[in-house]
């Protein structure tokens, strides 16, 4: 089956600055590339996806980049701010099934 | 038009009970996915139903688990003789039927299961 991972773990910001995660996947037939963001106790929400037809894709400060070859994609923060600070998941699949990675706890410090 | 609907949001059981979570999906939705978030862990693929039908069950433990979603009602997920790993948080997520293949699913509010 699929196989997801995600780098680095945590990742500590100044808030203002940029924060990148990346993913990697197993299955070169994924074909969507969505990304949540989980706070504390609370459900992971979808905040932005991609095809595999589509190599990047931006929603405001958000925005996501994916090289099909190399099975990678990620996620990139721009101008954080503290209310981005969370677990961010990232996730594949081809059908149905959604395959995540294992989360990034992301700081955003004022 | 509300989300998708879990419940109860917490719910304790001793070793040896069952537990039984509770999922509504959206409005005109009848493809239900539950997933199991085990602590600091990503969501893990549990089942895929339609109604009366369950599509894929390979993510789920073959003893103690079973889920159903029935003409009528909610999707169930029930979790017999439970045992302190099953202690987790439990989401569910919905698609209409057109759209069960790669879609931004939603998931519910969750169930977070104890075991004491």
């Known amino acids: 089956g699929e196989n997801v991972e995600q780098h680095p773990s945590t990742l500590s910001v100044q808030e203002g600055d940029s924060a990148v995660i990346k993913c990697t996947y197993s299955?070169?037939?994924?074909?969507?590339f969505p990304w949540y963001k989980q706070e504390l106790g609370k459900r992971p929400q979808l905040i932005i996806d991609?095809?595999?037809?589509?190599g990047e894709k931006k929603d405001q400060r958000i925005a996501v980049t994916l090289n099909k070859t190399a099975k990678h994609f990620s996620l990139h923060i721009t101008e954080t701010q503290p209310e981005d600070s969370a677990v961010y998941f990232c996730?594949?699949?081809?059908?149905?099934?959604?395959?995540f990675g294992k989360g990034n706890q992301v700081v955003v410090i004022p | 038009n509300a989300g998708v609907m879990q419940n109860p949001r917490h719910l304790v059981r001793r070793r040896g009970q069952e537990a039984r979570l509770r999922c509504s999906p959206m409005?005109?939705?009848?493809?239900v996915y539950w997933y199991r978030q085990l602590p600091e862990e990503g969501l893990k693929f549990m089942v895929y139903?339609?109604?009366?039908?369950?599509?894929?069950e390979s993510g789920m433990p073959k003893e103690r688990f079973s889920a159903e979603f029935p003409k009528e009602g909610p999707s169930i997920l029930r979790i017999q003789q439970v045992v302190r790993g099953d202690s987790a948080a439990y989401f569910c997520?919905?698609?209409?039927?057109?759209?069960?293949?790669?879609?931004?699913?939603?998931f519910g509010s969750g169930t977070r299961l104890t075991v004491v």
């Open positions: 997520a919905s698609s209409p039927p057109q759209a069960s293949n790669n879609y931004g699913y939603t």
């Open positions: 299955d070169s037939a994924s074909n969507y």
């Open positions: 991609i095809r595999s037809n589509v």
């Open positions: 996730a594949a699949s081809r059908k149905y099934r959604l395959a």
């Open positions: 409005k005109g939705h009848s493809h």
């Open positions: 139903l339609q109604k009366e039908n369950i599509i894929d």
